[in-house]
């Protein structure tokens, strides 16, 4: 099993920025995909960028420019350091953790509160 714990989440101003951790402990390797994804009220979660074997990355169209994901193996945590943020962040954000012949964890989410 894979458990995972966000930090990280908090209230700030239009143009701050934020850094969330996601903390992984279990069956997690630096090949295996993480991520997160975020939810708005009234909107379905969508990804917001994913991090890969070999440290490949993706990213929402929407943040790009703005937010990295990075991730350190040792640790086996992931990082999303969110610059520039606009006031249609605002979102619970959901990290995530994909591992062989597991189904995907995910973290409890964090609440990212962008003000105008």
């Known amino acids: 099993q894979v458990h995972l714990v966000e930090s990280g989440g908090g209230l700030v101003q239009a143009g701050g920025s934020l850094r969330l951790s996601c903390a992984a402990s279990?069956?997690?390797?630096?090949?295996?995909?993480m991520g997160w994804y975020r939810q708005a009220p009234g909107k379905q979660r969508a990804v917001v960028a994913t991090i890969g074997s070999g440290s490949s990355t993706t990213y929402a169209a929407s943040v790009v420019g703005r937010f990295t994901i990075s991730r350190d193996n040792a640790k086996n945590t992931a990082y999303l350091q969110m610059n520039s943020l606009k006031p249609e962040d605002t979102a619970v954000y959901y990290c995530f953790a994909d591992a062989p012949r597991l189904p995907r964890a995910w973290g409890q989410g964090t609440q990212v509160t962008v003000s105008s």
């Open positions: 279990g069956s997690i390797f630096s090949r295996n995909a």
